[in-house]
DNA sequence: AAAAGATACAACCGCTCCCTG
DNA sequence: CCAGGGAGCGGTTGTATCTTT
């Protein structure tokens, strides 16, 4: 019971998390800050794998995630990105800061691998493997698949390269991993190719309302499921928030402030409501940039033709 | 109204890479 | 240089929810 539990098969908690568990979770990580992810487990009596308790934070209670509601912009460059990488979701959802790879890979599985499938019988001829094969690449021949991993491999040491000193270039550099709460810098980013937008003044204060709010938007689950625990969660997320809000001198966001924005952010419908990526064009620029650079213009060119009439 | 089928998505598993001693 | 272990990635699965019959 009381020993410490590291990915042994008994003892060690799997499926679902539990409210309770979220809390823990979130509370020691705002204490300590994500990473290190073996001692999370012994330090806060989860009695789950390290593993599982990173995936928790990183794919579901991580401040500013986006869920849901895949915009047109957005449906584009995934689809535009898994053509140029391939199934590479770690490397495409760092050109998407909101959204987690396993988000977009659930996303294109469930949705646009069909939508793409059906635009390509609408239109008559099916081309044979236009995007490298890199798709489901499950037909393709064995010479084309090691030339498509070379091929991707190069291309994406050269965006990070481009994308690197780009960072640099706007001295944005990520110094943010030995303090955290206290920089400016967004702290919980798990993909390599970094490449965000400044983040703005009070973005503590914000990312940890999201990640209260990331929170909220559980309740009416938790509800349904246990309605004796979800009065207590809901007021230990309050008492949570405030008081790390006032630890740190930040805004307290009321439950009410939290779900109205998480009212806002769910209702993407509206139209003029819609919440813009943050330098969306910016990052897609980048993206064809670095491509064109490596002689794709052809791809890229209906990339950017596509990105503008969006805009 | 209920059962069956389809879909969506959170979470797990196994593998690889990389860091450290 | 090498071995061990942790972190991260992509594929896959299990189950809850939605849709159809």
Same mark, same amino acid.
């Given at each position: ?30 204490? *300590? ?42 449906? *584009? ?82 965006? *990070? ?40 003044? *009070? ?109």
């Amino acid at each position: 019971m009381g020993r410490p539990p590291c990915c042994d098969k008994i003892g060690v908690k799997k499926g679902p998390w539990t409210p309770e568990e979220d809390i823990i979770l979130v509370s020691y990580i705002q204490q *300590n800050g994500p990473g290190n992810w073996r001692s999370v487990p012994t330090n806060t009596g989860l009695m789950r794998c390290s593993k599982s308790c990173r995936l928790r934070w990183t794919n579901y209670l991580r401040p500013g995630i986006k869920r849901g509601n895949f915009t047109d912009q957005e449906d *584009n460059m995934i689809i535009h990105l898994q053509a140029l990488l391939g199934n590479r979701w770690a490397a495409i959802a760092s050109y998407l800061p909101q959204r987690t790879d396993n988000d977009i890979k659930n996303y294109w599985n469930t949705h646009l691998k069909k939508k793409l499938h059906t635009n390509n019988s609408d239109q008559g001829n099916h081309h044979h493997h236009h995007h490298h094969g890199a798709s489901t690449s499950s037909s393709s021949s064995e010479a084309t698949t090691i030339a498509k991993g070379q091929w991707e491999r190069k291309l994406q040491t050269d965006i *990070n390269k481009a994308k690197q000193a780009l960072t640099e270039a706007l001295s944005l550099d990520n110094k943010s991993t030995t303090s955290w709460p206290q920089t400016t810098t967004i702290p919980p980013i798990n993909h390599q190719p970094v490449m965000l937008p400044p983040p703005a003044d *009070n973005s503590i204060a914000t990312t940890y309302a999201f990640s209260a709010e990331n929170i909220a938007r559980l309740l009416p689950n938790w509800l349904k499921n246990s309605p004796k625990s979800s009065q207590t969660s809901s007021d230990s997320i309050e008492t949570l928030n405030h008081q790390f809000a006032s630890d740190h001198g930040f805004k307290h966001y009321t439950n009410s402030e939290i779900s109205e924005t998480t009212s806002f952010l769910q209702d993407e419908s509206k139209p003029g409501m819609e919440v813009q990526i943050p330098s969306l064009s910016f990052l897609e620029k980048c993206l064809v940039d670095d491509a064109a650079a490596q002689g794709h213009e052809g791809l890229m060119n209906m990339c950017l033709e596509e990105s503008d009439s969006l805009f």
